[in-house]
């Protein structure tokens, strides 16, 4: 089984933000599989199964604040026994301009505090990311305030986009691996 995790903040306020963005994406992905994202307590995410291709997938929304994704993870890694290979973590990211993404096999966070949160849960960096550009402020702004506000209507344009891709790029993931993914999508 292959894992599908998209990071954000729960609630209604966080929702729209670009620190939302990962988990967005799942919503995307489970809306054009017709599923619905369905709250387990006892997992601290909300779940949804879809066939990607003839392979069993598991879409996940950790129902924990951004900081703490590492605690839903790693508890839907051992509830479910997935390899930490088979999970690909969505996550939003400043270092990429607005609109772009890139697979990327391990590494460190990058500052993220999602994906420091699951480096430390897991013990490991040996994990997929699929990283979603959400750019940097023009302006003089904090990067915690940048990443806590909306899109506006010209970025909210180039998100829909992207939301189109992501899709199609995490059923190569799914099919034929990291490698491939990032050759098709990098």
């Known amino acids: 089984m292959k894992l599908i995790v998209g990071l954000g903040n729960p609630g209604l306020s966080y929702e729209n933000t670009r620190h939302n963005l990962g988990a967005k994406s799942v919503k995307s992905i489970a809306k054009i599989y017709k599923v619905k994202l369905k709250l387990d307590r006892s997992l601290k995410s909300r779940l949804a199964h879809i066939d990607i291709l003839n ?3 598991l879409l ?3 129902n924990t604040y951004m900081n703490f994704s590492g605690e839903a ?3 839907l890694l051992r509830a479910k026994k997935i390899n930490p290979a088979d999970l690909l973590v969505v996550h939003d990211d400043v270092d990429l ?3 772009e993404m890139r697979f990327k096999k391990k590494g460190s966070s990058g500052g993220h505090k999602g994906i420091a949160s699951i480096i430390k849960a897991l013990n490991s960096q040996d994990f997929n990311r699929l990283k979603l550009g959400i750019g940097r402020s023009s302006r003089r702004q904090e990067t915690k305030d940048h990443v806590l506000s909306s899109f506006s209507k010209q ?4 998100i829909m ?3 189109k891709k ?3 790029a995490c059923e190569v993931w799914v099919e034929f691996g990291i490698d491939r993914a990032m050759n ?3």
């Open 55 to 57: 392979n069993e997938c």
């Open 60 to 62: 996940a929304m950790p």
């Open 73 to 75: 993870v790693s508890l």
């Open 97 to 99: 301009d607005l609109g």
């Open 155 to 158: 970025e909210a344009k180039i």
């Open 161 to 163: 986009s992207l939301l």
């Open 166 to 168: 992501i899709a199609s």
């Open 184 to 186: 098709e999508f990098n």
